[in-house]
């Protein structure tokens, strides 16, 4: 099963699936061990095709270290937290993911928008 560890000790992930911001933005990394790379590509399209048929997700968009590396970052893009957090909690989508990638480790953590004027939008 995928490890998760948590990005922000301070405030995990938990704390944040009960916040009401609006808009949130999941960023999440994940340490792929370089055998269960394939495995995992075909989990994570396994998982966006699920979280697209999802009330409130917006878009998913993975990255991949360049040079090799088998480190990922994703992010996806949804209405609100409650919403990611009742597909996230959703016990088909718990079971799939329970014998799968056994050394891969995750680290999710939500944000919302920070405006900077003249830099960044909200």
């Not at 099963?1 to 000790?9: G, L």
């Not at 396994?46 to 040079?67: N, V």
């Not at 597909?87 to 944000?111: C, E, G, I, Q």
Request: net charge negative; charged share 20%.
């Amino acid at each position: 099963m995928v490890k998760i560890v948590e990005s922000d000790n301070k405030v995990p992930l938990s704390a944040q699936l009960e916040e009401d911001v609006g808009l949130v933005i999941l960023m999440n990394k994940f340490n792929v061990g370089p055998d269960e790379v394939d495995e995992f590509l075909k989990v994570f399209e396994e998982t966006t095709k699920y979280f697209k048929q999802q009330p409130g997700f917006i878009s998913a968009q993975l990255h991949r270290g360049i040079a090799g590396s088998t480190t990922f970052f994703n992010y996806v893009i949804w209405e609100s937290a409650a919403q990611f957090k009742r597909a996230f909690d959703n016990p088909d989508f718990k079971s799939n993911m329970a014998n799968t990638l056994p050394t891969t480790v995750m680290s999710p953590h939500l944000y919302k928008k920070v405006a900077i004027p003249g830099i960044c939008v909200e």
